[in-house]
């Protein structure tokens, strides 16, 4: 009787336990995609302060009396030189502070991931344990 009911509660444990890895392999995934797409991000940020250090650095380039223009949709807007250096400034404090934000966010998602990455193996490695004892 108690083999009978071992038996039959065998398949049900080894389902639950595949569910079981199932899920953390899905959510170590997302883990990954969401990696992928921060790093895609970060790529992005660093490409954007390059050139405006490059703005910037041809800016300083430019006399005094020299005009500066800004593209605004379709028109060129005639733009006081000092507040076009500070304005590429302030972009690339911003953009600074958003990639530091970034490194922090990838950062903790790498830990999640090699979190994750230890958990489905430990799971891994008791699920095929396990399906060996009973098999």
Same mark, same amino acid.
């Given at each position: 009787m108690a083999a009978a009911a071992a038996s039959?509660?065998?398949?049900?444990?080894?389902?639950?336990?595949?569910?079981d890895l199932e899920s953390q392999a899905n959510?170590?995934?997302?883990?990954?995609?969401?990696?992928s797409k921060n790093h895609q991000?970060?790529?992005?940020y660093t490409i954007q302060v390059g050139e405006n250090e490059l703005v @910037? =650095?041809? /800016? #300083?380039?430019?006399?005094?009396?020299a005009n500066v223009y800004?593209?605004?949709g379709p028109v060129l807007v005639k733009q006081?030189?000092?507040?076009?250096?500070?304005n590429v400034k302030k972009r690339i404090e911003y953009i600074s502070a958003?990639?530091?934000?970034?490194?922090?966010? @990838? =950062?903790? /998602? #790498?830990e999640k991931q090699n979190s994750k990455k230890e958990s489905v193996c430990s799971s891994?490695?008791?699920?095929f344990w396990f399906y060996w004892q009973v098999s």
């Open positions: 039959s509660s065998t398949p049900a444990a080894v389902r639950e336990m595949q569910r959510a170590l995934s997302k883990i990954q995609k969401d990696i991000v970060r790529k992005q @910037l =650095k041809e /800016l #300083e380039l430019v006399n005094d009396e800004k593209l605004i006081d030189l000092a507040e076009a250096k500070a958003e990639l530091k934000r970034m490194d922090r966010a @990838l =950062k903790d /998602l #790498e891994s490695c008791y699920y």
